[in-house]
């Protein structure tokens, strides 16, 4: 780790590990994918060991308290959310510069006294490893720690953040500590401003050479108004949506992991001065509501009755096309339902995937032939039900 090179921090140990030029080619042998070691996953989907996870999230959206509930369960053995932890409890070492000893007290944190910069740019412009990343590695070994949180990433070295190779260096350094521990990383970072896309890779802030060198990276962001009105969630506040921004090793699950903020009651009142006890937030796994939770098959009946006979509608049938209006069957489903038009929207979409709802062509006004919404009964929840 000493000399002219530019990523100290990333070069292995064992010299006979680094690749020296020219190199030389070997013909590839095909091996039995049985004899082909597991990816050694130590949260599955989130970290994996020698690796970098980033978590990328605006201020306030919760990205703190998801590390510290990633870390209770990786010590605890069991699994957060879709999150599975892999072979048992886990040792986690926390690093946060955003908290002061009584709060990190608080949420179960450990924090150091003075700003901790891991690495440190030179009057060349080139990143270096410090003397408190060296120290920190030590300890880390020291006690066998699986996982390394860190919080957030722009605190913890020094250098322009909008310079794609010296976040490239700073990144590069971190990485080699966790390789050289086989440990794993995961990497909370600010968003840029404005709106942030759920699943974006390029919202985290600065030079984006960040998103290139982490091989997972996953987005937190709040449930959106729409997004509530959609899942027939009444109030929004405090639910946070997790989307899959990058994997390398994983595909896209194709969905969002839900969680939501619950207020624990520390119960630390000191009357007369402090007649009020403190409050912590902490997040737990959420599922929105079922789409067809709170119907009775016979709501859901009325509505289909209604769709097949064409009730109200002169020579015309119900169509599934929105732009339809009174012709919609998602207006039928909102009056008959109660249900917001988003919703609505959905169980119609849903039907006629399923093939409940069906298109089909029907003499309309004048004997002119044009297509309309049946039902298949066979296929009505009431008729398929296990009773």
């Not at 590390?67 to 690093?95: D, E, Y």
């Not at 405090?238 to 989307?243: E, F, K, L, N």
């Amino acid at each position: 780790m000493k000399g002219e090179d530019d990523f100290p921090g990333d070069r292995p140990p064992n010299k006979e590990n680094v690749v020296r030029f020219p190199v030389k080619a070997r013909r590839y042998r095909f091996r039995d994918g049985k004899t082909i070691p597991p990816r050694p996953w130590i949260m599955r989907g989130l970290i994996l060991r020698k690796q970098i996870t980033s978590i990328i999230a605006a201020g306030g959206a919760g990205k703190s308290i998801f590390g510290l509930c990633v870390a209770l369960h990786l010590a605890a053995g069991i699994s957060f959310g879709p999150f599975k932890t892999v072979h048992g409890p886990k040792r986690v070492a926390i690093l946060t510069v955003e908290e002061d000893d009584d709060e990190s007290d608080r949420v179960f944190i450990v924090e150091i006294d003075d700003p901790p910069l891991l690495a440190q740019v030179d009057k060349r412009g080139v990143i270096h490893a410090t003397e408190k990343l060296r120290r920190l590695e030590w300890e880390l070994g020291q006690h066998g720690v699986d996982v390394l949180i860190l919080d957030p990433f722009i605190e913890l070295w020094s250098g322009a953040e909008n310079d794609n190779g010296q976040v490239k260096a700073a990144v590069a350094v971190i990485r080699g500590v966790i390789r050289r521990l086989d440990a794993g990383c995961l990497l909370m970072h600010h968003v840029k401003k404005g709106l942030v896309t759920p699943g974006d890779i390029d919202a985290g802030r600065g030079a984006g050479a960040l998103g290139g060198i982490v091989r997972l990276a996953h987005t937190i962001t709040n449930m959106t108004a729409d997004a509530a009105a959609s899942l027939g969630v009444e109030n929004p506040r405090g639910i946070v949506r997790v989307d899959f921004a990058k994997g390398n090793y994983l595909p896209d699950p194709g969905e969002a992991s839900w969680f939501k903020f619950l207020s624990i009651d520390l119960e630390n009142e000191s009357p007369p001065a402090y007649p009020d006890s403190d409050k912590v937030g902490i997040l737990v796994a959420w599922q929105p509501p079922g789409l067809f939770e709170n119907l009775a098959y016979e709501q859901i009946d009325r509505v289909l009755d209604l769709i097949q006979s064409a009730d109200g509608l002169e020579h015309e049938r119900y169509t599934l096309a929105p732009q339809s209006r009174d012709r919609y069957v998602g207006i039928l489903i909102v009056r008959v339902l109660d249900v917001s038009e988003e919703r609505a929207d959905r169980i119609a979409k849903c039907w006629k995937k399923s093939g409940l709802l069906y298109e089909q062509e029907y003499p309309g006004g004048k004997s002119r032939l044009k297509k309309g919404v049946f039902v298949d009964n066979s296929k009505r929840p009431s008729a398929t039900a296990e009773t």
